[in-house]
């Protein structure tokens, strides 16, 4: 059986960077991020035109510290076309130090990416 400490230790750790990841998420300019309720993951709106778009240019053209980010736009997640066309799903699964290093490279992402509105 696995001891009731761990679960617990588990819980904590996952508290902590969902923590750290909305105040740092909400910390950026124009990004507006709410507390999730249950889940390992937020929905976030983001400043850019498309998060598609966005998405797929932090993987093919961005680059911060020999690292990028990755994250779900969230219009697959509607049923209703148009929505969430700003929004990414941004998951709290890494390390704290890693995604730490992570909302850095988001956060100059957001800075020079060619399709962010202000």
């Known amino acids: 059986d696995t001891p009731d400490e761990y679960f617990e230790e588990v819980y904590n750790e ?3 960077r969902r ?3 909305v105040e740092a998420l ?3 300019e124009e990004v ?3 507390m999730p309720g249950g889940a390992f993951y937020t929905i976030t709106h983001l400043p850019v035109d498309d998060a598609d778009k966005f998405a797929q240019w932090l993987l093919s053209d961005f680059e911060y510290q020999n690292s990028t ?3 779900a736009p969230a219009s697959g997640f509607y ?3 148009g929505l969430g ?3 990414a799903r941004i998951a709290y699964v890494l390390k704290k130090d890693d995604l730490k290093k992570a909302m850095k490279a988001l956060e100059e992402a957001l800075k020079v990416y060619p399709g962010k509105i202000i």
């Open 14 to 16: 996952y508290i902590d």
């Open 19 to 21: 923590n750290y990841m």
């Open 26 to 28: 909400n910390k950026m």
């Open 32 to 34: 507006i991020c709410p």
């Open 69 to 71: 980010v990755m994250l």
């Open 79 to 81: 049923a209703t076309p």
């Open 85 to 87: 066309k700003q929004e």
